[in-house]
């Protein structure tokens, strides 16, 4: 089997790696640290699909909640999860901690089965009260996952390498945005991703370099329309970029404190404090972006109050910008159309 | 001021109660406007005991907003921020003030607009919160005070039969203990701000004025869901709620409370009934309609159906009242910490408003979801199915607490009427 034809087959069978190992340890939500996921053992992001019904999430679910919980919460449902021993959320993200009460509801009452949900409490402020919320936070849920300090310490490690392939691989792109997106998408599935990727991804050449940031899209879709006008998808800024696990963890210490303190400071998620339109810009620039898209779910109730100042930005910066805002989930609402005829005004 | 402000007043107190409110804000004016006194704008869900122990004035963010709508100003000042590149879909409810600030039109802004302030104070219960408070601090030119809303792990569904004795193990020790150490991280600021002194035994005393005054409110509500006919209407049930909740502790407020409770207290003692025809008892689910309280009133008249319950006054038993125990900093964490959570999260919400319709005799149940909100529309779902498994249909409406624009009340009150036949209870 070839490297990508690995990749293709982990996002067709996204829980086959967790099913196949002896425990397993599902999450949901991006802020969960990729170095007690790791020190666990197996551990698989619930996946979702976004183009399937969801009538019983639906009824569950007000309409603010987006897609992915929805698919989730189906798939939970049908018992689909069933396999994993926990599933763990986070307090990090909105979605995720709301998703998980109504799971234990529901639970509760009777109207769902599955694995047991546990909460990973992270506070983001930047006081030492939060920070030492986050540090008792991560120890507890260390405890319950029966990781001690050695293991985190291996975990850290092994968190360690998938940042370094991960970043050799977001410096290095030369094929269409696309592939990224998909071996992304794949890393939160299984850690074969880590060992398949090769140096030699097939180069290509493109017209235009575009910087994708907002909402993260639930697939490849948006990047795949980009590649239709001849351009490509350079780097993504959402919470599931391929740099999302941030720089290698350096361990002085107590490893719970290292790994809490990463996530209470992560940039990443729609909780941290961080000055967002310059963050859009810095990386634009880094990322020699010809232009930026700022795409945003209708669900995303935290970056739309940064659209003004980061369209000011780009626009003083002459960098062009598409904002695509209130947009539906799974870009049915000509999202594509809007990118090509962006890109084509460009062009002229 | 327009019709849809305008509404019937049963109780001589209320009349008080807004009249109190109408000085209040003078006297508000007088001090942050004319004066230049340091003051705070906070969210409704913090805890407002610290300023007042402190003598610090405060701008409650949802009373402004109220107070913004209330002069039919909600649409023009969310035209502008839609003029200025904010998505149009971003949520409204707490960012009126920030719409308004922004505006920056003094001859239409209430007080002219705001002065600055000490500080912002917000509890993060949504993924929004954050950035609208950050950025009104910003356009304010002052700091932003966020306090966590921590995840709660400890779910009981009948939290409301133990909140009040038993709130280290209802609220979790480890939660009340970070909001104890976030509210001492605010004293010091505040202090360091404003010059004035924090004292505990001040805080103590008007914990146990709280109390009382939370008592009063709780009495009401309890006579209120046992009395047939509904005593008093949801337009005055929520200003004898409200208006002593933001000065609670106050002399005014505690002798206010007692004052509502005893007129209560006349009228079920009358068998005075809202509705001349009363048919249907109602629960009112989410926020207050600020825009248009006449709504209520057009379903007495026309379908002789009362709201008997709407969250506020029956929250203050289990939510505001504590036993102190010699702890005031403690007991106040506890009566804050989950103060969003119980309304909008299951299992604490659903459980207490099934429990609650079944106190008070409800017919059937009105949810407000507010479109492009999910901490407005959170629970809701469960909510529902949970009342209606308990018998009683509800009605969810798609509609803003302080946004006029898309609201008609001749359509939302025939969509109540067709909503009521389809349930066989018109």
């Given at each position: 089997?070839?490297?990508?034809?690995?990749?293709?087959?982990?996002?067709?069978?996204?829980?086959?790696?967790?099913?196949?190992?002896?425990?397993?340890?599902?999450?949901?939500?991006?802020?969960?640290?990729?170095?007690?996921?790791?020190?666990?053992?197996?551990?698989?992001?619930?996946?979702?699909?976004?183009?399937?019904?969801?009538?019983?999430?639906?009824?569950?679910?007000?309409?603010?909640?987006?897609?992915?919980?929805?698919?989730?919460?189906?798939?939970?449902?049908?018992?689909?999860?069933?396999?994993?021993?926990?599933?763990?959320?986070?307090?990090?993200?909105?979605?995720?901690?709301?998703?998980?009460?109504?799971?234990?509801?529901?639970?509760?009452?009777?109207?769902?089965?599955?694995?047991?949900?546990?909460?990973?409490?992270?506070?983001?402020?930047?006081?030492?009260?939060?920070?030492?919320?986050?540090?008792?936070?991560?120890?507890?849920?260390?405890?319950?996952?029966?990781?001690?300090?050695?293991?985190?310490?291996?975990?850290?490690?092994?968190?360690?390498?998938?940042?370094?392939?991960?970043?050799?691989?977001?410096?290095?792109?030369?094929?269409?945005?696309?592939?990224?997106?998909?071996?992304?998408?794949?890393?939160?599935?299984?850690?074969?991703?880590?060992?398949?990727?090769?140096?030699?991804?097939?180069?290509?050449?493109?017209?235009?370099?575009?910087?994708?940031?907002?909402?993260?899209?639930?697939?490849?879709?948006?990047?795949?329309?980009?590649?239709?006008?001849?351009?490509?998808?350079?780097?993504?800024?959402?919470?599931?970029?391929?740099?999302?696990?941030?720089?290698?963890?350096?361990?002085?210490?107590?490893?719970?404190?290292?790994?809490?303190?990463?996530?209470?400071?992560?940039?990443?998620?729609?909780?941290?404090?961080?000055?967002?339109?310059?963050?859009?810009?810095?990386?634009?620039?880094?990322?020699?972006?010809?232009?930026?898209?700022?795409?945003?779910?209708?669900?995303?109730?935290?970056?739309?109050?940064?659209?003004?100042?980061?369209r000011r930005l780009l626009e003083e910066a002459g960098i062009p910008v598409l904002v695509l805002a209130d947009r539906r989930w799974d870009a049915s609402d000509g999202a594509a159309e809007e990118i090509a005829e962006f890109i084509g005004r460009m062009a002229r | 001021m327009s019709d849809a402000s305008r509404t019937r007043k049963d109780l001589a107190c209320t009349t008080d109660a807004t009249a109190f409110q109408k000085a209040?804000?003078?006297?508000?004016?007088?001090?942050?406007?004319?004066?230049?006194?340091?003051?705070?704008?906070?969210?409704?869900?913090?805890?407002?005991?610290?300023?007042?122990?402190?003598?610090?004035?405060?701008?409650?963010?949802?009373?402004?907003?109220?107070?913004?709508?209330a002069k039919q100003l909600s649409t023009r000042y969310f035209d502008a921020m839609t003029e200025r590149g904010y998505p149009s879909n971003s949520c409204r409810y707490c960012s009126l003030g920030l719409a308004c600030t922004l505006a920056d039109d003094p001859a239409s802004a209430p007080w002219g607009g705001l002065p600055r302030p000490t500080v912002l104070v917000a509890r993060l219960t949504c993924d929004c919160i954050q950035?609208?408070?950050?950025?009104?601090?910003?356009?304010?030119?002052?700091?932003?005070?966020?306090?966590?809303?921590?995840?709660?792990?400890?779910?009981?569904?009948?939290?409301?039969?133990?909140?009040?004795?038993?709130?280290?193990?209802?609220?979790?020790?480890?939660?009340?203990?970070?909001?104890?150490?976030?509210?001492?991280?605010?004293?010091?600021?505040?202090?360091?701000?404003?010059?004035?002194?924090?004292?505990?035994?001040?805080?103590?005393?008007?914990?146990?004025?709280?109390?009382?005054?939370?008592?009063?409110?709780?009495?009401?509500?309890?006579?209120?869901?046992?009395?047939?006919?509904?005593?008093?209407?949801?337009?005055?049930?929520?200003?004898?709620?409200?208006?002593?909740?933001?000065?609670?502790?106050?002399?005014?407020?505690?002798?206010?409370?007692?004052?509502?409770?005893?007129?209560?207290?006349?009228?079920?003692?009358?068998?005075?009934?809202?509705?001349?025809?009363?048919?249907?008892?109602?629960?009112?689910?989410?926020?207050?309609?600020?825009?248009?309280?006449?709504?209520?009133?057009?379903?007495?008249?026309?379908?002789?159906?009362?709201?008997?319950?709407?969250?506020?006054?029956?929250?203050?038993?289990?939510?505001?009242?504590?036993?102190?125990?010699?702890?005031?900093?403690?007991?106040?964490?506890?009566?804050?910490?989950?103060?969003?959570?119980?309304?909008?999260?299951?299992?604490?919400?659903?459980?207490?408003?099934?429990?609650?319709?079944?106190?008070?005799?409800?017919?059937?149940?009105?949810?407000?979801?507010?479109?492009?909100?999910?901490?407005?529309?959170?629970?809701?779902?469960?909510?529902?199915?949970?009342?209606?498994?308990?018998?009683?249909?509800?009605?969810?409406?798609?509609?803003?607490?302080?946004?006029?624009?898309?609201?008609?009340?001749?359509?939302?009150?025939?969509?109540?009427?067709?909503?009521?036949?389809?349930?066989?209870?018109?």
């Amino acid at each position: 089997m070839t490297a990508l034809a690995k990749i293709d087959s982990i996002l067709a069978d996204p829980l086959g790696h967790a099913r196949a190992a002896p425990a397993a340890i599902g999450y949901f939500g991006l802020e969960l640290p990729e170095d007690l996921l790791a020190a666990f053992g197996t551990a698989a992001h619930l996946p979702w699909v976004p183009d399937r019904p969801t009538p019983r999430a639906d009824a569950w679910l007000e309409p603010s909640f987006p897609g992915s919980a929805r698919s989730v919460l189906e798939d939970w449902a049908d018992g689909r999860f069933d396999f994993l021993e926990r599933v763990l959320f986070t307090r990090g993200d909105d979605v995720s901690q709301r998703l998980y009460y109504y799971v234990c509801e529901l639970q509760r009452r009777g109207e769902i089965g599955g694995p047991t949900p546990l909460i990973f409490d992270l506070a983001k402020i930047g006081r030492p009260t939060s920070l030492e919320h986050s540090v008792a936070a991560t120890r507890r849920l260390c405890d319950s996952l029966g990781v001690d300090a050695a293991r985190l310490e291996q975990g850290i490690e092994t968190a360690n390498l998938r940042r370094r392939a991960l970043a050799r691989l977001d410096s290095d792109r030369r094929a269409g945005g696309s592939l990224y997106e998909r071996i992304g998408r794949a890393s939160l599935f299984s850690p074969e991703v880590f060992s398949v990727v090769p140096d030699d991804l097939p180069a290509q050449t493109f017209r235009g370099q575009m910087l994708l940031a907002g909402s993260a899209p639930p697939d490849d879709r948006l990047h795949v329309a980009v590649e239709r006008q001849g351009w490509t998808v350079a780097a993504e800024l959402h919470e599931r970029a391929l740099d999302r696990l941030g720089p290698e963890l350096v361990v002085g210490g107590d490893p719970v404190l290292a790994v809490a303190g990463r996530a209470h400071a992560s940039p990443l998620g729609a909780r941290s404090f961080v000055d967002r339109a310059q963050w859009l810009l810095d990386k634009a620039r880094r990322c020699r972006a010809d232009a930026v898209i700022l795409w945003l779910a209708s669900e995303e109730e935290a970056l739309v109050w940064h659209v003004p100042r980061q369209r000011r930005l780009l626009e003083e910066a002459g960098i062009p910008v598409l904002v695509l805002a209130d947009r539906r989930w799974d870009a049915s609402d000509g999202a594509a159309e809007e990118i090509a005829e962006f890109i084509g005004r460009m062009a002229r | 001021m327009s019709d849809a402000s305008r509404t019937r007043k049963d109780l001589a107190c209320t009349t008080d109660a807004t009249a109190f409110q109408k000085a209040f804000g003078a006297e508000l004016k007088r001090r942050v406007v004319d004066e230049g006194e340091p003051f705070a704008i906070a969210q409704a869900d913090t805890p407002h005991e610290i300023f007042h122990a402190m003598d610090i004035p405060l701008v409650t963010n949802q009373w402004w907003s109220a107070y913004i709508s209330a002069k039919q100003l909600s649409t023009r000042y969310f035209d502008a921020m839609t003029e200025r590149g904010y998505p149009s879909n971003s949520c409204r409810y707490c960012s009126l003030g920030l719409a308004c600030t922004l505006a920056d039109d003094p001859a239409s802004a209430p007080w002219g607009g705001l002065p600055r302030p000490t500080v912002l104070v917000a509890r993060l219960t949504c993924d929004c919160i954050q950035h609208v408070f950050a950025q009104w601090a910003d356009a304010l030119g002052t700091v932003f005070f966020p306090m966590e809303a921590p995840a709660w792990t400890d779910k009981d569904p009948a939290w409301f039969d133990k909140s009040r004795q038993c709130w280290e193990q209802v609220y979790q020790p480890e939660r009340i203990d970070l909001l104890v150490r976030e509210m001492r991280d605010l004293i010091a600021l505040l202090e360091e701000r404003t010059g004035r002194r924090f004292e505990e035994d001040r805080l103590q005393t008007l914990m146990e004025r709280i109390n009382e005054q939370e008592s009063y409110i709780d009495e009401a509500a309890r006579m209120i869901g046992d009395a047939r006919p509904c005593p008093v209407a949801i337009t005055d049930q929520m200003p004898n709620t409200m208006i002593p909740q933001w000065h609670r502790g106050s002399d005014w407020a505690v002798a206010h409370a007692r004052r509502f409770r005893d007129e209560v207290a006349e009228r079920v003692a009358a068998g005075l009934g809202v509705a001349a025809n009363e048919r249907l008892r109602l629960m009112w689910i989410g926020a207050g309609l600020w825009h248009d309280p006449s709504f209520y009133q057009a379903l007495e008249a026309r379908l002789g159906a009362v709201f008997v319950w709407s969250m506020y006054m029956p929250f203050a038993g289990p939510q505001y009242i504590r036993e102190i125990k010699g702890r005031p900093m403690e007991a106040l964490a506890s009566r804050i910490c989950s103060m969003n959570e119980v309304l909008h999260l299951p299992p604490w919400m659903n459980g207490w408003m099934v429990s609650e319709a079944e106190r008070c005799g409800i017919d059937a149940a009105v949810m407000l979801t507010p479109p492009n909100n999910r901490l407005s529309q959170s629970g809701t779902n469960l909510t529902r199915l949970a009342l209606e498994q308990a018998g009683v249909p509800v009605l969810s409406l798609d509609a803003d607490m302080v946004n006029a624009a898309d609201w008609n009340r001749d359509t939302m009150v025939a969509t109540m009427e067709q909503f009521l036949k389809g349930a066989g209870l018109a």
